[in-house]
């Protein structure tokens, strides 16, 4: 449908001035109806339409559509300030959920296509604020919110990014399984340097410090170490070296589990 075109009063463009039934010649370029049109959108694309998005202003004569001459609606201003996630294009003529437009991928019962409010402009007003309502209600609209909000947290470095929070989990993790590791593989070098037997007559069972109990050298060399050392924590089970406590908690296995990979972060 061909739309009628109103010439600016002045050299700058109009987007406000025109009547019911014509619709203003340029666009402002931070309109939500050109990211609709984009098949990629960059991070500069969302932040303009979170954070710098052509709204109309109270002055704005909005257009009469085709469709809704018969009744004779406009879309309402106030609209916009009812439901805060609305966003009116002028080169549309129509209304969009521009956190969806951003955020959803799919939508619906069995994920079907998203249509009205997110690719397509939605224009009915008869039954606007019905539809709105709804929308407001949907699991991906939900979603799509809670994305936006994350994006510019991350975008205003209120919040790392998940890459940046992963990378810096597993350097901690790294960190903190070397220092496990180190102390254990000093005594079997120790142990081995002196030829002393790792194994004893007694090496099953929890290691404890405080006790006299003969459990082989590397045993021994390990309760002595960890009299004030972060060793300590590691035998006595207060922080976990494996999944499986009493795994971590018997010497012999402790042994395995320096021979076979079974640290991911070393």
């Not at 249509?115 to 209600?137: C, D, I, P």
């Not at 090496?203 to 003969?214: A, E, L, Q």
């Not at 060399?221 to 004030?228: S, V």
């Amino acid at each position: 449908m061909s739309r009628p075109v109103a010439a600016p009063r002045t050299g700058q463009a109009d987007f406000g001035c025109g009547s019911k039934d014509e619709k203003t010649q340029a666009s402002p370029n931070n309109d939500i109806g050109f990211i609709v049109d984009k098949v990629v959108l960059t991070d500069a694309d969302k932040k303009l339409v979170l954070s710098n998005l052509w709204v109309p202003d109270n002055f704005y004569k909005f257009p009469l559509l085709e469709k809704n001459k018969k009744r004779g609606l406009w879309f309402q201003h106030k609209w916009l300030k009812e439901f805060n996630w609305l966003a009116y294009s002028n080169v549309k003529n129509g209304t969009f959920c521009k956190y969806c437009v951003l955020f959803a991928r799919n939508g619906g019962i069995e994920s079907q296509p998203l249509g009205n409010l997110v690719t397509v402009a939605f224009t009915n007003w008869k039954k606007a604020k019905e539809v709105y309502r709804v929308h407001s209600n949907l699991k991906y609209h939900s979603s799509s919110v809670l994305d936006s909000e994350q994006f510019l947290k991350i975008m205003e470095k209120k919040e790392p990014a998940i890459i940046e929070r992963l990378d810096k989990n597993r350097a901690l993790q790294i960190e903190e399984n070397r220092k496990r590791i180190k102390p254990i593989i000093e005594c079997i070098i120790s142990c081995g340097k002196e030829e002393l037997a790792l194994r004893g007559s007694k090496d099953f069972g929890p290691i404890n410090v405080d006790d006299d109990i003969r459990q082989g050298h590397f045993c021994a060399l390990l309760k002595y170490r960890a009299k004030d050392d972060f060793l300590l924590t590691v035998l006595e089970g207060s922080e976990d070296i494996s999944q499986d406590r009493e795994q971590r908690r018997t010497t012999p296995k402790l042994w395995g589990i320096l021979v076979q990979p079974r640290y991911s972060y070393l």
